[in-house]
């Protein structure tokens, strides 16, 4: 159910941001979606849908929806990894996804071994831009 207080939270971010900017019209936002967020992208998409009719400002804004995958950097060799490709189980990438801060419990860096990395890309969620005509 979070998906539909994020989705009004976008919307609210986006007409804010638009009126700083003096957007009368808007036609595009773009949402960013960290890989590490348990965000279902369907239900995002159809409670932005049903909210549309309380912000009449949208008009016929389209939001597109961008996935930032997952990074991380090892503190002990500097290197910088993906999470696509580490194996884990299916139960592992549950955890991972939930609470990100487990990676540390079910990762390890794949050069040096250590799990001892940074989160540097793949959390959060973010408007990544708007378009509009002033």
């Not at 979606?33 to 369907?42: M, N, S, T, V």
Request: aromatic share 10%.
């Amino acid at each position: 159910m979070h998906e539909w207080a994020l989705a009004e939270s976008v919307i609210r971010t986006v007409l804010e941001h638009a009126g700083a900017r003096n957007l009368k019209r808007l036609s595009e936002a773009g949402v960013v979606f960290g890989e590490l967020q348990a965000i279902d992208k369907d239900i995002f998409t159809f409670a932005l849908q049903q909210l549309r009719p309380q912000f009449p400002a949208l008009g016929r804004c389209r939001f597109k929806i961008i996935k930032e995958p997952a990074s991380f950097r090892c503190r002990a060799c500097s290197r910088e990894f993906p999470l696509n490709g580490l194996r884990r189980t299916k139960d592992e990438s549950e955890f991972i996804h939930f609470v990100p801060e487990m990676a540390h419990t079910f990762l390890k860096c794949p050069g040096c071994a250590s799990p001892d990395f940074e989160i540097i890309a793949g959390r959060g969620v973010h408007i990544s831009y708007i378009k509009g005509d002033e």
